[in-house]
């Protein structure tokens, strides 16, 4: 009995070994079990692949390698996860799937199905991969699986060929331009897993994220893009910002993050979505429409980084212009302030800025960045709130001055 007893000893050893070398805190293989399964998996935006396996099967054990290195190429841009079928408490779990063999391994799209009957939605059921079982495989076939939410950005309408493709105008004006735009210049040929990724995590409905070509000339050229890759955001806050960080997932998932609107509660498309008295956000009442009667009112009312859309008026058509701006100031982003003088108060503006002599006139002005425009074209709301939409929004370019803009407090009698 003494050989019989050693040798089931050694036995139960080598597997409680193999046990413990299977995925531990130090992989980046995601342990799931019963209890976390549907958060880690069936509730994310994100692609997941899961082995289904058992510690004392010798292919489990073979794989397992392979397994860990797929995990770690993959970490941050698509789950990796393994359920230990031997474990009584995962047994529900694995039986759900139908697994009768080990290992199996299941990919979990991010994507949902309505029922035309219910209208309920539900996630669709996960396919076996049958391919080879080696990392650089594995690793291969997830990344053609990746979902991806980057719209191809194109300056000519007429080469919009697909859904994927739109053109740079439709691409600012989406969600009536309220929606921040993530704007990625590449040399690659392909769009990269990381911005794939990070597409899911923050598109459609927090920012809506695009990709631009080198070959795409004339939208390299009016960016002025001199290195690849650039990342921009076009953001109705906070302008246009430029991202000059490294070209890391943390760095840049923390860029994104301060530029894009606020996530709902939850993650993944089944997550409850937040009411609407939760997502709208508390009303921001613009300020007044005032007169820069002095340089202080100037100062105050045009500080910091606002836009300061400024109208200088006569007597005669001061009524007008005033209805005028105050429905605009109701309409626009808090970002806009907007203000009036006459043109004897604005007589140095006007000489350094070369502002039209005709009265009515209208220009945009950050002091704090030295850059103006001025507006060409119908003085009626629609047409500066256009104006104002092409200048947040990149297609028209403000201009730079040099020193400083003053109003004239003190006025000399007239010739």
């Not at 598109?203 to 795409?216: F, I, Q, S, T």
């Not at 609107?261 to 613009?286: D, F, I, R, W, Y």
């Amino acid at each position: 009995m003494r050989p019989v007893y050693f040798s089931l000893l050694a036995f139960l050893l080598s597997q409680a070994n193999v046990a413990l070398a299977f995925y531990g805190s130090r992989d980046a293989v995601v342990e799931l079990t019963n209890k976390n399964f549907k958060q880690q998996v069936l509730d994310s935006d994100y692609l997941a692949a899961v082995e289904f396996y058992a510690p004392w099967c010798g292919h489990c054990q073979r794989l397992a390698p392979d397994w860990k290195k797929a995990a770690k190429n993959l970490e941050g841009l698509i789950t990796v996860g393994a359920v230990n079928c031997d474990d009584d408490a995962n047994k529900p779990l694995c039986g759900q799937y139908g697994i009768q063999g080990f290992p199996t391994i299941k990919v979990f799209r991010p994507e949902y199905r309505e029922n035309k009957k219910t209208g309920t939605r539900s996630r669709v059921a996960p396919t076996d991969y049958q391919g080879p079982r080696d990392a650089k495989a594995i690793v291969d076939h997830l990344l053609s699986l990746q979902p991806s939410n980057v719209r191809y950005v194109k300056a000519d309408p007429s080469k919009v060929k697909s859904k994927k493709s739109i053109s740079f105008d439709d691409f600012l004006q989406i969600e009536n331009a309220t929606l921040p735009k993530a704007l990625l210049f590449t040399d690659k040929p392909t769009t990269s897993a990381l911005y794939k990724s990070l597409s899911v995590e923050f598109g459609p409905d927090r920012m809506l994220v695009g990709e631009v070509k080198k070959y795409e000339k004339d939208l390299v050229s009016l960016f002025g893009i001199q290195t690849f890759p650039t990342l921009y955001v076009i953001s109705p806050e906070h302008g246009h910002v430029v991202y000059d960080g490294k070209q890391k997932r943390e760095p840049l998932t923390e860029f994104l993050e301060a530029h894009a609107l606020k996530a709902t509660k939850g993650k993944g498309k089944q997550a409850k979505k937040e009411t609407k008295s939760e997502t709208t956000k508390p009303k921001v009442e613009p300020r007044q429409v005032v007169e820069l009667a002095n340089n202080d009112a100037f100062k105050k009312q045009c500080d910091g980084n606002a836009l300061c859309v400024i109208a200088i008026v006569s007597e005669d058509e001061k009524e007008e212009t005033l209805d005028m701006l105050e429905k605009l100031n109701t309409d626009a982003s808090p970002r806009y302030r907007f203000a009036w003088t006459s043109a004897a108060k604005a007589a140095q503006m006007t000489q350094k800025l070369d502002l039209a002599q005709d009265l009515p006139t209208l220009f945009l002005v950050q002091p704090t960045k030295q850059v103006f425009r001025t507006y060409v074209g119908p003085w009626e709301a629609k047409g500066i709130s256009n104006w104002l939409d092409q200048i947040s929004t990149g297609r028209m370019q403000a201009w730079p001055y040099e020193g400083s803009l003053e109003i004239t407090e003190r006025l000399h009698d007239e010739l």
